[in-house]
């Protein structure tokens, strides 16, 4: 056999093998919590309507996708991802987001901001946000946008924990579904 028959086979093989592979099946949602509590479902809706005043529709979504990736959420990290692809966010600063920290040129002094004031308030393992945090985010945001932040990164992580709880299950939305 030659190199090239070698090659040949080798990517025949290889296709097969990728048109033949099957993808581990979709799980079911352990609860359809919204159909069970359903005022409870509309007062969220309410108050991500209220939580989402006046914050840029770019900024909004990176900050709900750090949540939901911090937190796990596959549902609402699909949620998120697409509606940020759709406000024109870029697939780059997207994918570069859980690692923020090492990629911090992508994004904007305010925009970084409002990510660690994200991941402070996500994550509360000192049981508190730490005052340096606060402080930078309150140098990128004058107080009533700053009180929509921090009201808009404790709605998503509300979203998010019904939607790990309760295994909400990712890939059937669509952008702008729910807005």
């Known amino acids: 056999m030659t190199t090239n028959d070698a090659t040949t086979e080798t990517t025949a093989t290889t296709d097969t093998t990728a048109a033949t ?46 949540a939901s990736q911090l937190n796990h959420c596959a549902f609402c ?7 940020a692809l759709a406000a ?6 997207i994918i570069q987001l859980s690692a923020w920290e ?17 991941e402070a308030v996500t994550v509360l393992t000192d049981g508190f946000v730490p005052d340096q945090v606060y402080a930078k985010a309150a140098q990128h945001f004058e107080e009533a946008e700053l009180a929509q932040l ?22 059937h939305y669509q952008a702008g579904q729910h807005h």
């Not at 024109?88 to 600063?93: A, D, I, K, P, T």
């Open 150 to 171: 921090i009201a808009a990164i404790t709605v998503i992580n509300a979203w998010n924990r019904f939607g790990v709880s309760t295994r909400m299950v990712p890939g």
């Open 21 to 66: 592979a099957e993808y581990a099946p979709e799980h079911s949602p352990r609860l359809h919590w919204a159909k069970h509590a359903p005022e409870v479902y509309k007062a969220m809706l309410r108050l991500e309507t209220a939580a989402q005043q006046g914050l840029e529709p770019k900024l909004r979504e990176l900050v709900k996708i750090r």
């Open 102 to 118: 090492e990629s911090k040129h992508f994004y904007t002094a305010k925009e970084l901001a409002a990510i660690e004031l994200t």
């Open 88 to 93: 024109g966010e870029s697939v780059q600063r």
């Open 77 to 83: 990290l699909d949620m998120h991802t697409k509606d």
